[in-house]
């Protein structure tokens, strides 16, 4: 019998955060592969979970583990693809696994469970029931204010992943280019220091707190903002 491909999502923040389904399944997959070893044994261990055999995955190796996935099915084993946090493929590694394993002819099963992104959604001051998703921002602020500039005036809300490093000078450009919008800025959900903020991108006010932990953020751009 063929193994099958699970793709679970775990906590992006808080360990709590996790189905009961999703904890049976670590529990019964025979092979877990994540991103980060130390980190996912944090997990693990938390719920009691011992004793699995983990592979490592990344966006570099992530043609090479592939083979080793499908050598693993093939002998009938399970597998269990988690991400360092939240949902896996969704802007973290796994797609090319996940599409690799349904052309080869093998059983992939969704174990729903949290995401950044949907995570913000739910708490958005910003109505978000359409919104245009653009994942982890580029390293240049003018790329991503030039991406911003195509899609923000399509009257839908705009929504990134953007790490602390450059916030200041992001704030900087959105205000210039786009007074009058409204942000809100979703630091380190379901975490100790998390932080929600929602203002006018003109009158964010930076603080230390800020240049700190991953952020998701989302922007309605004004159709006045030029």
Request: net charge positive.
């Amino acid at each position: 019998m063929k193994g099958t491909l699970y793709v679970i999502s775990t906590p992006i923040g808080n360990l709590e955060d996790i189905t009961f389904r999703a904890v049976k399944i670590l529990k019964e997959v025979d092979v877990i592969a994540c991103e980060n070893i130390p980190n996912h044994l944090k997990l693990l261990n938390y719920y009691g979970i011992k004793g699995k055999k983990i592979i490592k995955v990344t966006s570099a190796n992530e043609q090479n583990s592939l083979k080793g996935i499908i050598k693993l099915l093939n002998e009938g084993k399970n597998v269990g693809l988690v991400s360092d946090a939240g949902t896996p493929t969704i802007s973290d590694p796994g797609k090319l696994i996940v599409s690799g394993v349904l052309k080869n002819g093998f059983k992939v099963v969704p174990v729903p469970g949290p995401s950044a992104l949907t995570t913000a959604l739910s708490v958005s001051p910003i109505p978000t029931d359409k919104f245009i998703f653009l994942g982890f921002s580029p390293k240049s602020i003018k790329k991503t204010i030039k991406i911003l500039e195509e899609f923000g005036f399509l009257d839908i809300p705009v929504v990134l992943f953007f790490p602390p490093r450059d916030i200041e000078e992001f704030l900087k450009s959105i205000s210039e280019t786009f007074p009058n919008s409204e942000i809100a800025i979703f630091r380190e959900l379901t975490k100790i220091n998390e932080e929600i903020i929602y203002s006018k991108v003109e009158e964010i006010q930076l603080n230390e707190k800020l240049t700190k932990g991953e952020m998701v953020i989302i922007l309605k751009i004004s159709k006045k903002s030029k």
